[in-house]
C-alpha cells in the first residue's frame, strides 16, 4: 500500500491543501493521503486550536475517500513541538510494509533544510515536492528521494485567507463550503490579525 503523508498548519484549510492532496494521490497511485495539521508548528505559531483545524481538515476532505483528517500530529502531552522526523518514523513503525511518501508545497521543500533531521527525512519517505504559484522555476534540491508534481494552480494561502476572513470578505471559491460553514458557526478568524 502506497501512503502519503501531508502535513500543515492548515489554518485554515482550503482549496489548495485539497488540490494538493487529490493530484499527489493521482499523480502517485496513493491508497490514503493522510491530511495532518500540526500539533505545535516548531517554526510558526498557530493559534486556531488543534481541534478546529483536525475538525476542518475532515470537512475539507469530503467526498474523496482517498483523503483522511489525521491525528497522527497532535498536540504532545509533553509539550515538545512536533517533527515531521518523528511522525514518519513513527508512521514507519506502525505500518510496516508501507510505502511512505511526504507531500509538500515547493515553498515549504524549499525550507526543509531548517527542519530537524532532513538527510533522516529523505531516509525515511519519498517525497512528492507540488509547485505553487510563485515556486515553480528552480526545482533544487530534487533528486532520486523526491519527485516534482506540476500539476497544482491554486493561488490560495491560508495567511492570505485569514486577512480576508477577517475583513468579512467572500472566500467561497477559496474554501470548501463545509470549512466556510464550520468558520462561521465557531466564529474563527473574526477580529483579530495573524
Ligand atoms: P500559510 O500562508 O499560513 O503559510 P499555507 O497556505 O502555506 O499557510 P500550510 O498549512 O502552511 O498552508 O501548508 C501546508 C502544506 O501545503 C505546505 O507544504 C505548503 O507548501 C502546501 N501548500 C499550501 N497551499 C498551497 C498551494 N496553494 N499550492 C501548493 N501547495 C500548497
Redesign the pocket.
Known sequence: MRVGL??????PP?R??V??ARAAAEAFELERVLMAPVGRQPLKGVSTPFGDRLAMVGLACGGDKRLVASDVDAPRGDGVPNYTVDTLGRLRQEMAGVELFG??????FREMGKWREPERLMELAEWIV????GYEGDVGGISGRAHLLDA?R???????LRERLRLGEDCSGLVPGAVLRYIAENGLYRGSAG
Open positions: 501531508f502535513g500543515g498548519s492548515f489554518d482550503h489548495g491543501h488540490a494538493v507531500i509538500v508545497g515547493m515553498d515549504a507540488v509547485t505553487r504559484p497544482v491554486v493561488d490560495v494561502s491560508a495567511t492570505g
